[in-house]
């Protein structure tokens, strides 16, 4: 627990000396991070470039679980304006005071985005969003649950200087003993506001727990900080409300876009 919050703390003291060491190049590409909140922007990453969402959370006093500890990976690459693929595993979990405690991987995912309306001025961006189970793991899941496939609407906009993310979700759950399934539905909210170099994000979020007839409700605090602008280190906390929530979460982790397009930019002039 100590480790955990020793390494929150390192990654926002790190981030100010770091980028004074080096500035920007004029032409570096922009990450785009959706970590670490819940909700997913609907916008998506710079056309071409590999980026790369790296973490670690650390959950405490889960139905499922005493502790947790997973480690969780995204790829992203957006083929054009419209298109995102995307891959999500989770290498390595350790859990104790479960059914299936010990190390574990975690599940594999893969999918797509797509931008139904892009945002422009005051018009929101819109997309939508489709994930497939690649890999089913026998390791404890966390309130929110797994999944056999989800789809979702994701909504973005800045208004008044504050960033806003909103996602609707339903996924397709099911018990692996029973092979019963059922359709969990989802909202979530997060609202980001720069404060100085960092962006302090708030969220609150809900995902109803069709096979066992209960719903998590939870609040969510991080701070993210650009230490370059294709590398973003991040760090918060996340609180469970409900008696089938994940009680605690503390995370941190960084997002890095490869400054290196993996095909050239079509030329427009003629």
């Not at 889960?62 to 690459?77: A, D, H, N, W």
């Not at 893969?110 to 309306?117: D, F, T």
């Not at 939870?218 to 230490?227: E, F, K």
Request: overall charge neutral; glycine content about 8%; hydrophobic content about 40%.
């Amino acid at each position: 627990m100590n480790g955990v919050r020793t390494l929150l703390v390192a990654l926002l003291l790190l981030g100010p000396i770091t980028v004074r060491a080096q500035d920007d190049p004029p032409d570096e590409p922009e990450a785009n991070p959706a970590r670490p909140t819940v909700s997913t922007p609907a916008t998506l990453t710079p056309v071409g470039y590999l980026q790369f969402e790296n973490g670690v959370l650390y959950a405490t006093d889960s139905p499922e679980f005493s502790k947790r500890l997973g480690i969780s990976q995204v790829t992203k690459l957006s083929i054009n304006e419209r298109i995102e693929v995307l891959a999500l595993f989770e290498p390595f979990t350790h859990s104790r005071g479960a059914a299936v405690s010990g190390n574990r991987p975690g599940e594999v995912f893969a999918g797509m985005q797509a931008v139904v309306l892009p945002g422009k001025k005051k018009r929101p961006t819109i997309s939508g969003q489709y994930l497939r189970r690649l890999y089913a793991s026998p390791a404890p899941e966390l309130d929110l649950g797994t999944f056999v496939q989800s789809a979702a609407i994701l909504l973005s906009d800045d208004l008044g200087g504050f960033h806003f993310d909103v996602n609707a979700i339903v996924t397709e759950q099911q018990d692996d003993k029973t092979k019963v399934r059922r359709a969990q539905f989802a909202q979530t909210l997060s609202i980001s506001h720069p404060l100085g170099k960092f962006t302090v994000s708030a969220e609150v979020w809900h995902f109803a727990q069709p096979l066992t007839h209960g719903y998590a409700v939870g609040n969510l605090w991080a701070a993210s900080y650009p230490v370059r602008k294709n590398l973003i280190i991040d760090a918060g906390f996340d609180h469970g409300f409900t008696g089938t929530s994940t009680h605690w979460e503390e995370f941190a982790g960084c997002t890095y876009l490869l400054p290196h397009r993996l095909w050239r930019q079509r030329n427009s002039s003629h």
